[in-house]
């Protein structure tokens, strides 16, 4: 999960440097199409048409799309925001899985859930607030970000039971190659990348795809209630990265934001494994 986290802060702060001279759409090509490639070399050859194979084609196009909405938004986000402060934001996603969780897959919510998202919203208010480190338009793309990532949660959790996570995640590279690559006339006219760029560009869909092969790898070994709060320690990696390569740290008030996310985000996490150690006594399952 460490490790998961660290290449996904990577991939953030590679977006952040190309930005300077690449249009965003063409770094998610990058992002998906060496993620893709990457897939077909490690791990096509042993699964075959397994890995394509799939009872819900559709939905998984849809989940593939708001991941790609999501790397879009975010890295459009963080060419104009500095990492740490755009990373919390999207850490909002947690607490909008909880409503539209509620909306859609009607599940039930407690008190706790409720006060988590209303502190977790303070806490954006927090770092977006005047004066702060955020303009309007970054806050606006890290915001559509946080939405797309939690549509992209709420369809993971209606798939996930009955469908292969390496088929899930070969979508995921699929649809963003082939979305990606059909637009290319409509965004690219920049400069040829040189060989460091080049290669930069590739370490996009190297950092995606390992990291989320070494998320899944991580979830096989351990439960979600015991990894969960590990996943914020890309926050931390966030404002590394920020200070060694943009020369950036976030103020107080924007560190007591992010505290409150996190915060927010691991009471939710807490509440929910509680109620079901509960509802496991109550059935007898739980020693």
Known sequence: MLGATLCFAALDATSKQLSRTYPVPMMVWGRYSFHCLMMLVLVAPSMGMRLVATRRPVAQVVRALMLVGTTGFSMAGFSLMPLA??????????????????????????????????????GVLLIARPGGALNLPGLVWMLLAAACYSAYQIQTRQLSPGESTLTMLFYTALVGTVTMTLAAPLYWGGPMPDLVDALLLASLGIYGGTGHLMLTRAFRHAPASFLSPFLYVQLIWAMLLGWIFFGHLPDLLSLAGMAVIVGSSLSIAWAERLRREIAARETGTLQ
Do not use: N, Y
């Not at 996603?93 to 209303?118: D, N, S, Y």
């Open 85 to 122: 402060e755009s990373t919390a934001i999207v850490f909002i996603a947690p607490l909008v899985v909880v409503m539209l969780a509620h909306w859609l897959l009607k599940e039930r919510i407690a008190g706790v859930h409720v006060l988590a998202v209303i502190a977790g919203f303070l």
